[in-house]
């Protein structure tokens, strides 16, 4: 239901921001070690894993009435979450501004203001999130907290989750229920949204792996059971891992989290661009696409192009080192399987595009 305080214009932001809400590729790559699926997540509009997230939050604030027309909309993000604010912010009529690390790279900056946003340097990155929230205090705004549980904001979220949309994908291909759901931990959504839903509909027959990058927060709590641990330290892996664990991340609902190092990540990708190329691949895509969209993501080729939904992230970046992690994680476990003779599929989500500081990758997801 939309805040009675906001009137007509919240009804029509929130059909703006779900209006393009096409489902994204699923992808069926066969050949060894085993069946692979992958969700191709970069074919959102703004190229980002992080698009599902924050359209769902920025729905949630506009349908409370936290954010009304001419609100600014706050973030602090130097990575892939920050064009993801400014695209939909654009699509709700509202300005936006993103605190940026100083090693953020250029062509993120350049994406935020392709959508029409703006950015600005965080003082001490560490605190970035505190500077945002402290910023959308100042001048009126709106801070979008995308580390926050939004578990809340994904349920009252009126499009399919990314759960519900990938097995109406499955279903549609004649696809038995995986035996494992694969996702690299960032703010840990993803993963809690894939746990949810096979807890609820699938039963133990699937399990859930989250996988993360060297000196993350992540893979000691879930292994120590600490829920606040912290490492201080940055990750390696852009668009995976945290030095401390975030709200989001729910340690119980994951079978498995899988530590991988920065060379491992690169293996990994070299690995996913072969089996694009094996000539062993079908399309299984809920929305007819094939492979081409995959092929953009892994090499970064293409300038926007070769996306079935014609729209593209305009070259901002190749698939990295996160989509590398958890290549890895997923040829590590379809290895196993093989060997063990356990009989199903894998599916890995996958899809972030944006180029980013290595050095501050722990700090601008």
Request: hydrophobic share 40%.
């Amino acid at each position: 239901m939309v805040h009675a305080e906001s009137g007509g214009w919240a009804a029509d932001a929130v059909r703006e921001l779900c209006a393009d809400a096409d489902p994204t590729p699923l992808v069926r790559l066969v050949g060894p070690p085993g069946e692979l699926y992958v969700k191709d997540e970069s074919a959102h509009p703004s190229g980002t894993l992080k698009h599902r997230l924050v359209r769902a939050l920025l729905c949630e604030a506009v349908l409370d009435g936290a954010v009304r027309e001419g609100t600014t909309v706050v973030m602090g993000s130097g990575g892939p979450a920050a064009v993801a604010g400014a695209y939909c912010a654009r699509r709700a009529g509202l300005p936006f501004v993103a605190l940026v690390p100083a090693t953020t790279s250029p062509a993120v900056r350049e994406s935020v203001e392709r959508y029409g946003g703006r950015w600005r340097i965080a003082s001490v990155p560490a605190d970035m999130q505190d500077e945002a929230s402290g910023l959308a205090d100042k001048i009126g705004g709106h801070f979008l907290d995308h580390f926050a549980d939004s578990e809340r904001a994904i349920a009252r979220c009126p499009l399919p989750d990314l759960a519900e949309e990938l097995y109406g994908q499955l279903a549609e291909a004649g696809a038995a229920n995986p035996a494992w759901l694969v996702a690299g931990l960032g703010t840990g959504t993803t993963t809690a949204t894939l746990g949810r839903y096979a807890r609820r509909r699938c039963g133990p027959g699937t399990r859930v792996a989250g996988v993360d990058a060297e000196h993350s927060a992540y893979f000691p709590a879930w292994a120590s059971g600490c829920a606040d641990y912290t490492t201080g330290l940055p990750s390696p892996i852009p668009g995976i891992g945290r030095p401390r664990t975030e709200p989001a991340f729910r340690p119980e609902l994951l079978d498995l989290v899988i530590p991988v190092a920065e060379d491992a990540a690169a293996d990994g990708l070299r690995w996913l661009r072969a089996q694009t190329a094996n000539g062993k691949n079908g399309s299984g895509n809920g929305n007819g696409e094939g492979t081409g969209t995959l092929a953009v993501t892994l090499t970064g080729a293409g300038k926007g192009k070769g996306k079935g939904n014609g729209r593209g992230s305009a070259g901002w970046g190749g698939g990295g080192l996160a989509t590398g992690a958890v290549g890895w994680a997923v040829r590590h476990l379809l290895t196993r399987m093989r060997e063990s003779a356990a009989p199903g599929s894998v599916v890995m989500v996958t899809g972030e595009r944006a180029a980013r500081s290595r050095s501050a990758a722990g700090l601008q997801a």
